[in-house]
């Protein structure tokens, strides 16, 4: 029973050697002053991060990640807090069925989901462009709000809500004004979410694009280029840290709501217990 603390963190050291160990010798190899990747280097440099910010080819791919990014993650948080306020906060048929449909984008393989949405705009004389790929990203992404949104509202307490609406608010306004603002930093971490599976999604993007390419498009067709190569390397380092910076950033504000819905609810038996004239004093 002693050595299993020490086994089990052995395995959580190893696991992690695993995961990161490629990650910091990519990294060390984005400073290497050869286009050759490999032992020994020829020098450390920076200038491989410098001509990246020259490549006007990678800027504007980077550019047009960034629109499909930052389009698809506002659809999609929009709809996931619509059907998470839905699927919490009211009774119709199918609601089983309804978030089944919902999340089925994280079972079904980008691969074959790629396909469909190919054959599905093919069909309506749709051409590839950005916007197919957002709409693509859209629906991969809506798994991922929806889950985080409603997570929110579970901790979330009702009687707000029948509080704003027995003073004649309708829940529309309800909706917009109480509601909204109170799990803020879930939409906020639910967009963060939505936005680094779109900008790092590859399977879809190839299959959905037109002739501007996204980010990881791009990047897997510079991979045939040699000298080309520590700019890609340079750059997935970039992207790398940013991506990771934005899941930190979306758990961090998910323990902040967590953590205000929490201290609310602890609150709330201690003004209830005030005397009836504590209030005027």
Known sequence: MQRRPGVLAGYYLLLLVLLYLPIGVLTLFSFNEGVV???P???LTGHWYRDMLQNAELMEALRSSAIVAISSSLLATALGTLAGVGLLRFKFRGKALFLSLAVMPLLVPFLILAVALLILF???DITRSLWTVAAGHTVVSLPYTLLVIMARLVGFDPHLEEAAQDLGASYSYTLRRVILPLIAPA??????????VSFDEFVLASFLIGRTPTLPVYLF???RFANRFPQVVALAIVVMVVSLTLVVLAEWLQRVGSAASLSRRVGEPEAATLPAGAAST
Not at 189 to 194: F, K
């Open 41 to 43: 280097l020829q020098g």
């Open 122 to 124: 093919a069909a309506l």
């Open 187 to 196: 939409l906020l971490a639910a967009w963060l979410v939505a936005f680094t």
């Open 221 to 223: 067709g510079q991979l």
């Open 37 to 39: 990747l490999a032992f």
